[in-house]
């Protein structure tokens, strides 16, 4: 579980994260949206432990990320935007590479690496150097690195940008497997569909603030909008409006 409250976050007289606050329970996918500039990639990076908040906590499983940064790293698997491969390493020597980092022990790497290029379907490209990969698999690769040691927290920024329609369709299904065996996923999206398709609750940020957060059925009501897009233009107003 993901507990974020009242988080702050400037850049020199920029306020990017105002008293951003939300849950993203296990078994849940949880949907962070906003506009660009919104701060949804501040408030991850907070997450991820990349980036300590000016006031406010956030906590993994309980554990805080900026007192204890180490065990909260090893409760999450992120996937931050932009694949950051080693171009030079085959899709399994990144992998496993990772999986050393996180710790996984000597004997338990090549099976768990094994395991993982099945489960995202990588055996075709698996051996070759990521140098000159598709989108679609520079993102399948980045997925098994930030999964390879089973994390209860799953981050995802935009894991669909830049994929084809059936890289996108493969991703879809990953995600509510994950969510399936109970792991909590959070994931920032622009596209509309996709967090229709998928999420459960949806947490909306404009101008560095929560503007609504609550079930897609509540936000509609909420909004008095059927559509999605037109519930989501709706409450960036109001914040905008404050």
Request: proline share 3%.
């Amino acid at each position: 579980m993901i507990k974020v409250e009242g988080i702050h976050k400037s850049f020199g007289k920029v306020r990017a994260v105002r008293g951003v606050s939300f849950n993203a329970p296990d078994g849940k996918i949880t949907g962070l949206l906003g506009p660009n500039g919104a701060g949804k990639s501040t408030t991850l990076r907070v997450l991820y432990t990349v980036l300590k908040p000016d006031a406010g906590s956030a906590h993994i499983d309980g554990v805080d990320v900026v007192s204890e940064a180490l065990q909260a790293r090893r409760r999450i698997g992120a996937l931050p935007h932009g694949s950051g491969l080693y171009p030079h390493l085959t899709a399994r020597e990144n992998i496993a590479y990772f999986a050393h980092l996180c710790g996984l022990d000597r004997s338990e790497v090549d099976d768990r690496v094994d395991e993982i290029i099945k489960l995202l379907e990588i055996e075709d490209f698996a051996e070759r150097r990521t140098k000159g990969f598709s989108q679609g698999q520079r993102t399948k690769v980045s997925l098994a690195r930030a999964l390879v040691h089973d994390p209860q927290n799953v981050l995802l920024d935009e894991p669909s940008n830049g994929l084809d329609v059936m890289a996108t369709r493969s991703l879809r299904r990953l995600i509510l497997k994950l969510k399936d065996t109970g792991r909590c996923v959070l994931f920032s999206s622009h596209v509309m569909q996709e967090v229709a398709a998928l999420c459960d609750n949806i947490c909306i940020i404009a101008n560095g603030q929560v503007a609504i957060d609550d079930s897609i059925g509540g936000i509609r009501k909420r909004t008095g909008c059927d559509d999605l897009e037109d519930a989501f233009v709706h409450a960036i107003r109001l914040v905008g409006d404050e």
